[in-house]
């Protein structure tokens, strides 16, 4: 049976990270953390060999396995990567109607000669993750707060990829400390918030008004990515119903 080799949203843009060259670790080293953190059973057994080889890779893993570094990508993997995070269904068909309609503002053009850059994939994971809770005009109100002039990168509060790298980090965070995300009362809230306001401090450079526009974001982005969780659940729990 093949398996697709599978990362959390804190792997993956710690991958995007490393391929950026901000990471002291390669992208091989990552991958090779990640792949043996979600394989325990495979390592503990020494079966390690033989459960690699019925993972499933993507052409742009292999890639990056290989040593081979990449300044962009075509949408065609970013897609690939894409369906390689937990939770997440979208499609390439999807990511075309928001490069070329919906969200099109922010690639015009890939950035990289044909390719589109490090901080547009992690712009396309993002609206992913949103539209689990909002519709597009919502999303695109919200990145007016936060990238301002859509063809301008100088002027954003953060980059899309250290946006994306903190709400994954502190949904993880989050999640191995078991608080309670899928509770609505106030007491669940403000822990969150507190958790949020805590990471956005380390953006000393925000006026009042800009870490209350960031705050804001990253809480919305963590919940969605519980949503998308619950919504994948439910799918599991409803194919299994329909099957049985």
């Given amino acids: 049976m093949t398996e697709l080799f599978t990362l959390t949203r804190s792997e993956m843009a710690q991958l995007l990270l490393s391929i950026e060259g901000h990471h002291k670790i390669t992208p091989l080293e990552l991958l090779q953390k990640a792949w043996t953190k979600?394989?325990?059973t495979d390592v503990d057994q020494g079966t390690t060999y033989a459960a690699f080889l019925s993972t499933s890779l993507p052409p742009i893993l292999?890639?990056?396995?290989?040593g081979n570094r990449t300044a962009g990508f075509s949408l065609q993997e970013i897609a690939s990567l894409a369906q390689m995070i937990?939770?997440?269904?979208?499609?390439?068909?999807s990511m075309q109607n928001w490069v070329k309609?919906?969200?099109k503002e922010y690639f015009s053009s890939p950035k990289i000669g044909k390719k589109y850059s490090i901080h547009q994939a992690a712009l396309l994971f993002i609206i992913d993750d949103l539209k689990a809770l909002l519709d597009f005009d919502s999303i695109r109100n919200l990145f007016k707060g936060i990238f301002m002039d859509p063809v301008r990168d100088d002027d954003?509060?953060?980059?899309?990829?250290?946006?994306?790298?903190?709400?994954a980090d502190l949904f993880e965070q989050l999640d191995c400390e078991k608080e309670p995300l899928?509770?609505?009362d106030r007491g669940a809230e403000s822990q969150?918030?507190?958790?949020?306001?805590?990471?956005?401090?380390?953006?000393?450079?925000?006026?009042?008004?800009?870490?209350?526009?960031?705050?804001?974001?990253?809480?919305?982005?963590?919940?969605?990515?519980?949503?998308?969780?619950?919504?994948?659940?439910?799918?599991?729990y409803l194919n299994a119903t329909l099957f049985l």
């Fill in 192 to 236: 969150v918030l507190s958790a949020v306001d805590n990471v956005v401090q380390s953006f000393s450079y925000l006026t009042e008004r800009q870490h209350l526009i960031v705050r804001n974001i990253i809480f919305i982005a963590t919940l969605s990515v519980q949503t998308t969780y619950l919504h994948s659940l439910s799918k599991r």
């Fill in 182 to 184: 899928i509770h609505t």
């Fill in 101 to 103: 309609r919906d969200f």
């Fill in 156 to 167: 954003d509060l953060l980059n899309p990829l250290i946006l994306y790298n903190t709400y």
């Fill in 86 to 93: 937990e939770y997440s269904n979208t499609s390439l068909t």
């Fill in 62 to 66: 292999e890639k990056l396995i290989k």
């Fill in 38 to 40: 979600h394989h325990k």
